[in-house]
């Protein structure tokens, strides 16, 4: 598969990666241990390199990841994520970026993942009671030290950005970004442009929206982070089922499947971006790594671009406690 660098420090992944998190968590039951492993090994023997996992995803995430992986090391990066308190019993998630405990969950994440230094450290969210400088700082210590190789952030700002990138360079920036949520093209893509880092879209097909298998009455159990999200409400999933008619439309002048183009065209839009969409199926695997090999032409893009304009998306992409800056995330479900 090809290749794309993430930031100036020279990060090389696979053009698509694998968003770990359904595995465990998220999107219903767990898959199990035995099925995820062989999923996480069957991507990477199809050129798969980056893999994606976080703290906040359950130490059993992290330990499937880390099992699974530990034939290939030296051969694919694996990203976590801090920034949560853990071992709680109330079911909340609660930020916390405190320099200690960073350190405290780098040494968690590193047994767990079965490695000497974590490849991609991400914060997972902003948390506004620590200043990213401290933040930054510690991670620029732990880099030091050979315990994390490169820096990211995941849902930041541009001032945090450019804040956290002058105290040690960030390699990636992690957020939500696909052709049913494009706020990151405002200030956020530009900046990154300008400062050379990488960009890692989590939920390029919409948390599954834009493979087109979600149907307009579906429903989400209580175990499925998208029954919290306004996008998959009753009217608003009416609504933009819009969305995925032109994308199945489009899809079908190129013998594609709607989740092919969905990627491809994030693909296309810069050469430093690698989403990581997610999949628990080996089928929607490989649907979603052929993506990789779909070429879409300028005259393609700007049919995409034309087609999907006339589509008003209905809704916010994440529930308010997570798309707030705010201390506590009340949802027990692991946040993307």
């Keep these: 598969m090809e290749k794309r660098t993430l930031g100036a420090g020279g990060l090389d992944v696979s053009a698509l990666g694998l968003g770990c998190m359904g595995l465990s968590h998220g999107y219903g039951p767990a898959v199990g241990k035995d ?22 995803y359950g130490e059993a995430n992290e330990e499937m990841v880390g099992e699974a992986l530990e034939p290939y090391r030296g051969h694919v990066v694996i990203a976590t994520k801090f920034g949560f308190e853990f071992g709680r019993t109330d079911g909340k998630q609660i930020l916390c970026s405190r320099p200690d405990h960073i350190r405290l969950a ?20 902003v948390d506004p009671a620590v200043p990213i400088e401290d933040v930054a700082g510690t991670v620029k210590d732990l880099i030091a030290e050979g315990k994390v190789k490169h820096f990211g952030l995941s849902e930041a700002g541009v001032e945090t950005i450019r ?8 390699a990636a920036l992690q957020s939500e970004y696909s052709l ?16 050379g880092i ?7 097909l919409g948390k599954g929206f834009l493979t087109g298998a979600i149907a307009a009455d579906a429903t989400f159990g209580k175990d499925d982070f998208r029954s919290i999200v306004p996008r998959f409400s009753g009217e608003a999933l009416q609504a933009n ?16 499947t709607p989740a092919q183009i969905a990627l491809a065209w994030l693909l296309a839009q810069k050469p430093w971006i690698a989403p990581i969409p997610g999949a628990t199926k080996l089928t929607r ?17 700007t049919t995409i671009e034309a087609a999907v304009s006339e589509v008003a998306v209905q809704g916010g992409p994440l529930p308010g406690p997570l798309a707030s800056s705010g201390r506590a995330v009340s949802n027990s479900i692991p946040v993307p």
């Design 35 to 56: 099925a995820g492993i062989a999923l996480i090994r069957a991507a990477a023997e199809r050129g798969v390199t980056f893999f994606d996992t976080a703290q906040i």
């Design 163 to 170: 804040r956290a990138h002058a105290v040690q360079p960030v």
């Design 285 to 301: 695997l490989e649907e979603n790594l052929g993506a990789a090999n779909l070429r879409l032409t300028q005259d393609d893009l």
């Design 106 to 125: 780098t040494e968690g994440s590193l047994k767990r993942l079965r490695v000497d230094a974590i490849d991609l450290y991400y914060q997972h969210r």
């Design 198 to 204: 990488g960009f890692v879209p989590f939920s390029p």
């Design 241 to 256: 089922q819009a969305l995925v008619t032109v994308l199945k439309r489009l899809a079908a002048r190129k013998g594609v």
């Design 180 to 195: 049913w949520w494009r706020e990151p093209e405002r200030e956020v893509i530009p900046t990154l442009e300008t400062l």
